[in-house]
T-cell receptor, first 112, second 115 residues
Framework: KQEVTQIPAALSVPEGENLVLNCSFTDSAIYNLQWFRQDPGKGLTSLLLIQSSQREQTSGRLNASLDKSSGRSTLYIAASQPGDSATYLCAVNFSNTGKLIFGQGTTLQVKP | DVKVTQSSRYLVKRTGEKVFLECVQD?????MFWYRQDPGLGLRLIYF?????MKEKGDIPEGYSVSREKKERFSLILESASTNQTSMYLC???WGVGGQGQPQHFGDGTRLSIL
């Protein structure tokens, strides 16, 4: 069964810290992987998409890496800010239909 | 920017009613998706569509149907609403065919309560 796991479920850090969120998946034959942010009661905001042929993607203070052979992706957030507080979701596209399998998410709190 | 619009943010309906949730995207995307999100269960795919009048079952299609008569609009239908369908419903769209497409973009969600 294709599964996506995110650990830890919750994380609290002081402002300014660099941090890493982890995502693991069970099948290395993926098409792409997408990281999202979700604020309470809201929809999902796409942060980064990594195609299977890529190793990493960067957007501002965010950097996502992909290691298919080990079934892992990490989202690196540099110089965290209170506005980064949200739930971060990892989703993997295992099939050519584009459907995503989601992890349970990591809820991040950045304290001022 | 991609805009995915869901018709209602909050909706309250009664058991047994037929419920329609509407989703519209403005970027001519081929693919559209309906998910539901529940605490402890995460996001699960209900149905998706890769073209007009085409539909595919996701992981939890029971109790739901969909309609895609126009490319920009994808409707989710609860044929006879039940309390276990109380949830947050999220619509998404994506450009591209097959696996190597562009990112999925989501609407703001509809929080549906069935009484």
């Amino acid at each position: 069964k294709q599964e996506v796991t995110q650990i830890p479920a919750a994380l609290s850090v002081p402002e300014g810290e660099n941090l890493v969120l982890n995502c693991s998946f069970t099948d290395s034959a993926i098409y792409n992987l997408q990281w999202f942010r979700q604020d309470p009661g809201k929809g999902l905001t796409s942060l980064l998409l990594i195609q299977s042929s890529q190793r990493e993607q960067t957007s501002g203070r965010l950097n996502a890496s992909l290691d298919k052979s080990s079934g892992r992706s990490t989202l690196y957030i540099a110089a965290s800010q209170p506005g980064d507080s949200a739930t971060y979701l990892c989703a993997v596209n295992f099939s050519n239909t584009g459907k995503l399998i989601f992890g349970q998410g990591t809820t991040l709190q950045v304290k001022p | 920017d991609v805009k995915v619009t869901q018709s209602s943010r909050y909706l309250v309906k009664r058991t047994g009613e037929k419920v329609f949730l509407e989703c519209v995207q403005d970027m001519d995307h081929e693919n559209m998706f309906w998910y539901r999100q529940d605490p402890g269960l995460g996001l699960r795919l209900i149905y998706f569509s890769y073209d007009v009048k085409m539909k595919e079952k996701g992981d939890i299609p029971e109790g739901y149907s969909v309609s895609r008569e126009k490319k920009e609009r994808f409707s989710l239908i609860l044929e006879s609403a039940s309390t276990n369908q109380t949830s947050m419903y999220l619509c998404a769209s994506r450009w591209g065919v097959g696996g190597q497409g562009q990112p999925q973009h989501f609407g703001d969600g509809t929080r549906l309560s069935i009484l």
